[in-house]
Protein backbone atom coordinates (compact mmCIF):
# COMPACT_ATOMS: atom_id res chain seq x y z
CA UNK A 1 0.00 0.00 0.00
CA UNK A 2 1.06 3.61 -1.06
CA UNK A 3 0.91 6.06 1.57
CA UNK A 4 -0.23 9.65 0.45
CA UNK A 5 2.97 10.72 2.74
CA UNK A 6 4.97 9.36 0.42
CA UNK A 7 3.02 9.70 -3.04
CA UNK A 8 3.07 13.54 -2.25
CA UNK A 9 6.87 14.30 -2.02
CA UNK A 10 7.22 12.37 -5.38
CA UNK A 11 4.35 14.08 -7.51
CA UNK A 12 6.23 17.76 -6.02
CA UNK A 13 9.06 16.28 -7.78
CA UNK A 14 7.96 14.98 -11.05
CA UNK A 15 5.20 17.76 -11.61
CA UNK A 16 7.44 20.31 -13.41
CA UNK A 17 8.50 17.59 -15.53
CA UNK A 18 4.76 16.68 -17.02
CA UNK A 19 3.98 20.06 -16.61
CA UNK A 20 6.58 21.20 -18.84
CA UNK A 21 5.96 18.20 -21.36
CA UNK A 22 2.55 18.94 -21.78
CA UNK A 23 3.09 22.86 -21.95
CA UNK A 24 5.40 21.96 -25.21
CA UNK A 25 3.32 19.76 -26.71
CA UNK A 26 -0.03 22.08 -26.24
CA UNK A 27 1.73 24.68 -27.47
CA UNK A 28 2.30 23.42 -30.71
CA UNK A 29 -0.52 21.55 -31.25
CA UNK A 30 -2.58 24.65 -30.67
CA UNK A 31 -0.14 27.27 -32.25
CA UNK A 32 -1.76 29.87 -34.44
CA UNK A 33 -0.96 29.27 -38.34
CA UNK A 34 0.38 32.74 -39.79
CA UNK A 35 -2.97 33.18 -41.82
CA UNK A 36 -4.52 33.62 -38.03
CA UNK A 37 -2.23 35.60 -36.45
CA UNK A 38 -2.60 38.28 -39.68
CA UNK A 39 -6.31 37.90 -39.60
CA UNK A 40 -5.99 38.62 -35.26
CA UNK A 41 -4.44 42.15 -36.49
CA UNK A 42 -7.48 42.83 -38.84
CA UNK A 43 -9.63 45.18 -36.88
CA UNK A 44 -13.24 44.32 -36.74
CA UNK A 45 -15.55 45.99 -39.03
CA UNK A 46 -16.95 49.47 -37.09
CA UNK A 47 -20.13 49.69 -35.80
CA UNK A 48 -21.67 52.76 -35.90
CA UNK A 49 -24.21 52.96 -32.63
CA UNK A 50 -25.85 56.10 -33.92
CA UNK A 51 -26.17 54.82 -37.31
CA UNK A 52 -29.87 54.85 -37.26
CA UNK A 53 -30.01 58.24 -35.40
CA UNK A 54 -28.02 60.16 -37.87
CA UNK A 55 -30.11 58.32 -40.70
CA UNK A 56 -33.35 59.59 -39.49
CA UNK A 57 -32.00 63.07 -39.00
CA UNK A 58 -30.66 63.03 -42.35
CA UNK A 59 -34.17 61.73 -43.91
CA UNK A 60 -36.10 64.81 -41.64
CA UNK A 61 -32.91 67.23 -42.79
CA UNK A 62 -34.13 65.83 -46.80
CA UNK A 63 -37.87 66.02 -46.06
CA UNK A 64 -36.95 70.14 -45.46
CA UNK A 65 -34.16 70.34 -47.88
CA UNK A 66 -36.14 73.04 -50.29
CA UNK A 67 -37.62 75.20 -47.48
CA UNK A 68 -33.98 75.08 -45.59
CA UNK A 69 -31.53 75.56 -48.20
CA UNK A 70 -33.27 76.11 -51.47
CA UNK A 71 -31.56 79.65 -51.07
CA UNK A 72 -28.26 78.58 -51.17
CA UNK A 73 -27.55 78.79 -47.21
CA UNK A 74 -25.18 76.33 -45.91
CA UNK A 75 -26.15 76.47 -42.43
CA UNK A 76 -29.21 76.96 -41.06
CA UNK A 77 -29.91 78.89 -37.49
CA UNK A 78 -33.24 78.53 -35.92
CA UNK A 79 -33.36 81.71 -33.24
CA UNK A 80 -36.19 82.25 -31.05
CA UNK A 81 -37.44 85.32 -28.58
CA UNK A 82 -36.14 85.36 -25.14
CA UNK A 83 -33.52 83.27 -25.66
CA UNK A 84 -30.03 84.59 -24.17
CA UNK A 85 -27.68 82.70 -26.09
CA UNK A 86 -29.63 83.36 -30.24
CA UNK A 87 -28.00 86.89 -30.49
CA UNK A 88 -24.14 85.53 -30.17
CA UNK A 89 -24.95 82.52 -31.92
CA UNK A 90 -26.13 84.83 -34.84
CA UNK A 91 -23.24 86.98 -34.91
CA UNK A 92 -21.18 83.92 -34.89
CA UNK A 93 -22.89 82.05 -37.98
CA UNK A 94 -22.54 85.63 -39.86
CA UNK A 95 -19.27 85.59 -39.53
CA UNK A 96 -18.31 82.29 -39.58
CA UNK A 97 -20.20 82.18 -42.86
CA UNK A 98 -18.58 85.64 -44.16
CA UNK A 99 -15.29 84.63 -43.63
CA UNK A 100 -15.42 80.94 -44.69
CA UNK A 101 -17.68 82.31 -48.33
CA UNK A 102 -20.61 80.64 -47.59
CA UNK A 103 -24.16 81.77 -46.89
CA UNK A 104 -25.98 81.27 -43.66
CA UNK A 105 -29.71 81.07 -43.27
CA UNK A 106 -31.40 82.92 -39.70
CA UNK A 107 -34.99 81.93 -39.36
CA UNK A 108 -36.77 83.49 -36.09
CA UNK A 109 -39.25 81.00 -34.53
CA UNK A 110 -42.65 82.29 -35.32
CA UNK A 111 -45.94 80.68 -36.36
CA UNK A 112 -44.63 80.07 -40.16
CA UNK A 113 -41.02 78.20 -38.85
CA UNK A 114 -42.48 76.27 -35.72
CA UNK A 115 -43.90 73.39 -37.76
CA UNK A 116 -40.44 72.96 -39.79
CA UNK A 117 -38.69 73.12 -36.47
CA UNK A 118 -40.21 70.64 -34.15
CA UNK A 119 -40.55 68.30 -37.51
CA UNK A 120 -36.22 68.68 -37.18
CA UNK A 121 -37.36 66.98 -33.61
CA UNK A 122 -35.99 70.46 -31.99
CA UNK A 123 -36.97 71.73 -28.76
CA UNK A 124 -34.55 74.89 -27.84
CA UNK A 125 -32.77 77.55 -29.30
CA UNK A 126 -30.68 78.59 -30.94
CA UNK A 127 -30.38 75.34 -33.23
CA UNK A 128 -28.06 74.87 -36.82
CA UNK A 129 -28.78 72.30 -39.27
CA UNK A 130 -26.38 71.68 -42.17
CA UNK A 131 -27.45 69.44 -45.02
CA UNK A 132 -26.24 66.09 -43.16
CA UNK A 133 -26.24 67.43 -39.78
CA UNK A 134 -28.86 68.71 -36.76
CA UNK A 135 -27.24 70.62 -33.63
CA UNK A 136 -29.26 71.24 -30.91
CA UNK A 137 -28.31 73.97 -28.74
CA UNK A 138 -25.96 76.48 -28.78
CA UNK A 139 -22.33 75.45 -30.25
CA UNK A 140 -18.92 77.08 -30.29
CA UNK A 141 -17.99 78.72 -34.07
CA UNK A 142 -14.83 76.34 -34.31
CA UNK A 143 -16.85 73.03 -34.02
CA UNK A 144 -19.05 74.27 -36.82
CA UNK A 145 -15.98 75.57 -38.43
CA UNK A 146 -15.24 71.85 -38.57
CA UNK A 147 -18.88 70.78 -39.59
CA UNK A 148 -18.72 73.51 -42.36
CA UNK A 149 -15.54 72.19 -43.64
CA UNK A 150 -16.59 68.73 -44.16
Known sequence: MIRSRSLFPALLLAAPVF??????GAAAQFAPT??????????PPQVDIYGEEKNADRARIAAE???LFGDGAAIVLF????????AAAEASVRTLTK????????????DESRPVFERL??????????PQMLI???????VLRNYLLR
Open 136 to 142: RGAMPAI
Open 79 to 86: TGPDCPDC
Open 65 to 67: ADW
Open 34 to 43: AEERLRALTA
Open 99 to 110: DMGLTAKVIPLD
Open 121 to 130: GFDVVPSYVL
Open 19 to 24: VSALAS
